[in-house]
């Protein structure tokens, strides 16, 4: 059972992947960034590189793949990014905050807490926390989306693709018994369930060329 979880892991987690890319390509072909949002792209890779951490630090090799190239697809957003936005002041001091809170956490970790077994507890509490704040945070625009009966600030594909990918990370977690990867990935099964109510409750009036892209 166990590597079956291994393999859905990797192909929704590809699907998420896959949704993030159309980003790239948008600004690549625009050579703009218009109204995409940055913020949650760059909290994201600190996330895939605080699970990278863990996974390393615990030798779980699908851990370590998922999120290797989760933060490298997010690393190559930020430059693509930073090339085309007109604003490259506020793009760089959110990207100087955030490595600087990855460093002092990595300073943290291999300085004052030499014990392998507490480093690794402390260390998926962080990520269990980030990674939860990051599935919360998209609810903050459901007032915005009843008001207006809209959902053209949220994505169908990526949001079925946080879905499946969410639940893939729930079963892994169970199969380890880990309840730090487990509990965590909940909230996105949740949040996900009501975005795609939204949909339902206020289905887009005509296709869009594009969609603005969430976490």
Known sequence: ?????????????RLVVGS???????MQTTRS?????FLPFLTTDVNNLSWLSYGLLKGDNTLILVNALGALLQTLY??????????????LLQTAALLGLLLLGYSYFQLLVPDWTSRLRQLGLFCSIFTISMYLSPLAD??????TKSTQCLSFSLTVATLLASTSW???GFQL????IMVP???GILTSLIRLGLFWQYPPVQEKSYSLLQT
């Open 142 to 147: 459901l007032a915005k989306i009843i008001q």
């Open 20 to 26: 993030l890319s159309s980003d790239l390509r948008h």
């Open 78 to 91: 930020i430059l693509t990014y930073l090339h085309y936005c007109p604003r490259k002041r506020t793009v």
């Open 33 to 37: 960034v218009n109204n995409i949002q």
């Open 177 to 180: 018994r880990d309840l730090y």
């Open 185 to 187: 990935n909940i909230p």
């Open 170 to 172: 729930t079963l892994y």
């Open 1 to 13: 059972m166990r590597p079956q979880v291994q393999v859905q892991v990797r192909a929704h987690d």
